[in-house]
């Protein structure tokens, strides 16, 4: 039986023209990037009467399942956390904006284990280790405590390959990099992700790849057996769109070829969403989108990637993502005017027909990029006065009578 967190669903102001009241919107002024023509950026903030959330629901229920479970963890109540993640993770159960929630437990039991390797406290991660192999002592016929064990190792491999790349004792880190790879291997080398029906251990597996020296020719076939467990995913083609470009295993010039491939792949379930996602992964490991991306195809994968879920995250993410191409296209001037029609355009779309409340934690350029993203859509009716409302399935104008 699936353990549920005590709060799944968070209670949010929707009635019209309300705002939460612990959300001031405010711009940054002079310093911002995202610069408004024509009125000032908090005068399009106070205009707005959509609901605005500092964190959205979505974000607030994995935060509740993450927490849940590792207060079963702490309280050493194993056996039931064990047979979750097993339940969760076969049956594929999908919390709100996409997420896996077998996913969302393993990273709420391994939280330890990440703050200890953000601050690179190699000592504390031991004795996070440590946990997990008595689990595995306890339980080693069971997939889900080998899963933990060797998603630890990989997390500190990976975390002290990039501490050595930064030259913190690197030739030491290495090797103890290169140690931890190899344990993760050999306890996912004894269970099968096919036979378990398993992501997660497809998913651990296919992370090998970062410390295996055949890691550049199991990439892909890694990719596909876990892409085939669970197509929907949108985890899978963001990891490995990542291990696709050149600081691993690939080149811009065949990255393209690969995000197509990957949205033909799974097109029959989430149409050619895995496409955008590939480029929003690229672009955000980059600090900018790959030179080869067929903006057209993109913003069609991006309504695609929205639709999968449905969900005001998804929304929020993809009105966000557009706001700043609009602006990167606006400064680019008069040769990319193309460009800036087909992204004005998709902004737009979603302001009107998609996004119905604002979620702050998916807007990393903050409220500014926010203000510019209503002084596009909304400018002239804001000229006149109007105010952003919620209007059916989004966002629409309103001129105050009188």
């Known amino acids: 039986m699936l353990i549920t967190p005590a709060l799944l669903h968070v209670k949010t102001r929707t009635g019209r023209h309300r705002q939460e009241d612990a959300v001031m919107l405010r711009s940054r002024g002079e310093d911002s990037p995202f610069r408004?023509?024509?009125?000032?950026?908090?005068?399009?903030?106070?205009?707005?009467?959509?609901?605005?959330?500092?964190?959205?629901?979505?974000?607030?229920?994995?935060?509740?399942?993450?927490?849940?479970?590792?207060a079963m963890a702490d309280a050493g109540e194993w056996a039931d956390l064990l047979e979750t993640m097993r339940f969760a993770d076969q049956e594929r159960s999908?919390?709100?904006g996409g997420r896996r929630v077998a996913a969302l437990i393993s990273e709420g039991v391994r939280a330890g284990l990440t703050e200890a390797l953000a601050r690179r406290d190699w000592r504390r991660a031991r004795t996070e280790l440590d946990r997990f192999e008595a689990v595995m002592a306890m339980h080693p016929e069971d997939y889900a405590a080998g899963y933990l064990l060797a998603q630890a190792h990989l997390d500190i491999g990976a975390a002290m390959l990039v501490a050595a790349s930064q030259g913190q004792l690197s030739r030491e880190l290495t090797t103890q990099s290169a140690t931890h790879y190899a344990a993760a291997?050999?306890?996912l080398t004894a269970f099968d992700p096919i036979e378990q029906l398993s992501p997660l251990l497809a998913g651990s597996r296919y992370l090998l790849v970062r410390g295996i020296e055949e890691g550049a020719e199991?990439?892909?076939?890694?990719?596909?057996?876990?892409?085939d467990?669970?197509?929907?995913?949108?985890?899978?083609?963001?990891?490995h769109a990542v291990h696709l470009l050149p600081d691993w295993f690939g080149t811009l010039g065949a990255f393209e070829k690969e995000a197509r491939r990957a949205a033909l792949m799974?097109?029959?379930?989430?149409?050619?969403?895995?496409y955008a996602i590939f480029h929003m992964a690229a672009a955000e490991a980059l600090g900018d989108f790959v030179p080869t991306l067929d903006l057209e195809f993109f913003i069609e994968a991006l309504g695609d990637y929205q639709d999968a879920t449905g969900c005001q995250h998804r929304a929020n993410v993809a009105a966000s993502l557009l706001t700043r191409m609009v602006r990167d296209y606006r400064e680019a001037g008069p040769s990319a005017n193309w460009h800036l029609t087909k992204a004005r355009a998709a902004l737009s779309n979603v302001l009107w027909n998609r996004l119905r409340e604002i979620h702050l934690d998916s807007w990393p350029d903050g409220a500014d990029a926010l203000a510019y993203a209503l002084a596009e859509v909304f400018g002239p009716a804001l000229e006149r006065g109007a105010r952003i409302v919620r209007w059916g399935e989004g966002l629409g104008s309103r001129i105050p009578r009188g």
């Open 36 to 70: 408004v023509e024509g009125m000032s950026a908090d005068l399009v903030l106070s205009r707005l009467d959509a609901t605005v959330m500092r964190m959205g629901p979505e974000a607030t229920e994995w935060h509740c399942v993450r927490e849940d479970h590792a």
């Open 94 to 96: 999908m919390a709100s």
């Open 185 to 187: 291997e050999e306890i």
């Open 218 to 227: 199991l990439c892909r076939d890694w990719f596909e057996d876990w892409c």
């Open 229 to 239: 467990l669970d197509p929907e995913d949108a985890e899978v083609h963001a990891t």
């Open 266 to 274: 799974t097109q029959d379930s989430t149409g050619r969403s895995a």
